[in-house]
């Protein structure tokens, strides 16, 4: 599975959209781009996935760049419920169901 | 709530014991995974069960092993615990062929501490 790059940390304004990206230069053809995120003391949660066209879901929205080397994951009205960490994710489906999570980046919505 | 528990909540352990972690996974899944989880670190992949049989392994020792149940409850094993074994272990369900991607679902984790 392809390498991802995020900032460690991040904050964000309650009401306002909050952008993080996610870079993954060596992706391949095959590989999908998962975002899950982890609120404290729980476990991982999924929000979207996406190849290569533009998704959006009643979380998030996923946008991924035209060459597939880097994407952002849009939460367009931040809560405080939103603090978590958000982890990017690259694999092929074929994988199978494993993950391989990085160290995701630590975002905080502040009121 | 993802209908995955995991039991117990927390627990501690003293260096060279063995414990057994437990897991139920979401009513109908068929494949579940476990990871472990350090502190301030993001989830690594320990195993995978699928019907019962062991698919796909990351890089831990053989005293990490696993069962799957029929009902599809699971669980999880580690023998001659270490220092470094104290983390937080998940396991996540899915109805899938392990040869496909479906949406996984995590339990809460059981916190082990190892003194």
């Known amino acids: 599975d392809a390498k991802t790059t995020q900032p460690p940390s991040m904050d964000c304004a309650e009401g306002r959209a909050a952008n993080l990206p996610c870079n993954h230069s060596?992706?391949?053809?095959?590989?999908?781009v998962y975002w899950y995120r982890q609120i404290h003391s729980q476990g991982p949660q999924y929000i979207i996935h996406g190849l290569k066209n533009n998704e959006t879901n009643e979380m998030a929205s996923l946008i991924i760049t035209e060459d597939r080397k880097s994407s952002t994951l849009i939460l367009p009205h931040a809560t405080l419920r939103d603090t978590a960490v958000y982890y990017c994710i690259v694999r092929v489906v074929a994988a199978g169901n494993k993950l391989t999570f990085g160290g995701g980046t630590r975002v905080l919505v502040k009121p | 709530e993802t209908g995955v528990t995991q039991s117990p909540t927390h627990l501690i352990k003293t260096r060279g014991q063995q414990v057994t972690l437990r897991c139920s996974s979401q009513?109908?899944?068929?494949?579940v995974s476990w990871y472990q989880q350090a502190l301030g670190q993001g989830p690594q992949f320990i195993f995978q069960?699928?019907?019962?049989?062991?698919?796909g392994r990351g890089n831990f020792p053989p005293r990490f092993s696993g069962l799957q149940f029929p009902n599809y409850s699971s669980e999880l094993n580690v023998n001659a615990l270490e220092l470094d074994d104290s983390a937080l272990y998940l396991c996540?369900?899915?109805?899938?062929?392990?040869?496909?991607?479906?949406?996984?679902?995590f339990g809460p984790g059981t916190r082990l501490t190892v003194l």
């Open positions: 060596t992706i391949s053809g095959n590989e999908y």
């Open positions: 996540a369900s899915s109805l899938a062929d392990p040869s496909s991607y479906n949406e996984q679902f």
């Open positions: 069960y699928y019907r019962e049989e062991e698919n």
């Open positions: 009513s109908g899944h068929n494949t």
